[in-house]
C-alpha cells in the first residue's frame, strides 16, 4: 500500500508559477513509477505527466510540454510538478498517482494503482 499527499495548490494569477509536491509514504517510493493528473469542472480527468522509478525518463502531454516539469527526489518520497506560465485553462485538482511495475509511459489513470487526495489549483486572468 502506497499513501499519497498531494500539497501546493492555491490561486495564482496568469503568467504566475506554482509548484506541486506529492509526499509517498507505505512501500518503497523508489519501485513506482509517478504521474500527474488534473480534472477540471465537468471534464474527464486528464494526464499531465509521468516519471520512470528512477527520474531518468518523463514524458507530458503534448498540450503542456515547455510548461511543465515532473522531477522526484527518492530520499524524500516526494515528487514534484513545477508548472509556470500558467493558464486559465489550468484550473483543475491536480493528483498524483503511482504505478507498480509496467511499460513507461502510463498516461491512462486506470495504469495506476494508488492516488492522492488531489490539490486545488485556480488560475485567475
Known amino acids: 500500500q502506497v499513501q499519497l499527499v498531494e500539497s501546493g495548490g492555491g490561486l495564482v494569477q496568469a503568467g504566475g508559477s506554482l509548484r506541486l509536491s506529492c509526499a509517498a509514504s507505505?512501500?518503497?517510493?523508489?519501485?513506482?513509477?509517478m504521474g500527474w493528473f488534473r480534472q477540471a469542472p465537468g471534464k474527464e480527468r486528464e494526464f499531465v505527466a509521468a516519471?520512470?522509478?528512477?527520474?531518468?525518463?518523463?514524458y507530458y502531454a503534448d498540450s503542456l510540454k515547455g510548461r511543465f516539469t515532473i522531477s522526484r527526489d527518492n530520499a524524500f518520497n516526494t515528487v514534484y510538478l513545477q508548472m509556470n506560465s500558467l493558464k486559465p485553462e489550468d484550473t483543475a485538482v491536480y493528483y498524483c498517482?503511482?504505478?507498480?511495475?509496467?511499460?513507461?509511459?502510463?498516461?491512462?489513470?486506470?495504469?495506476?494503482?494508488?492516488w492522492g487526495q488531489g490539490t486545488q489549483v485556480t488560475v485567475s486572468s
Open positions: 498517482a503511482a504505478a507498480s511495475a509496467g511499460g513507461f509511459p502510463r498516461v491512462a489513470d486506470y495504469q495506476y494503482n494508488y
Open positions: 507505505g512501500r518503497t517510493f523508489s519501485g513506482y513509477a
Open positions: 516519471i520512470t522509478w528512477s527520474g531518468r525518463y518523463t
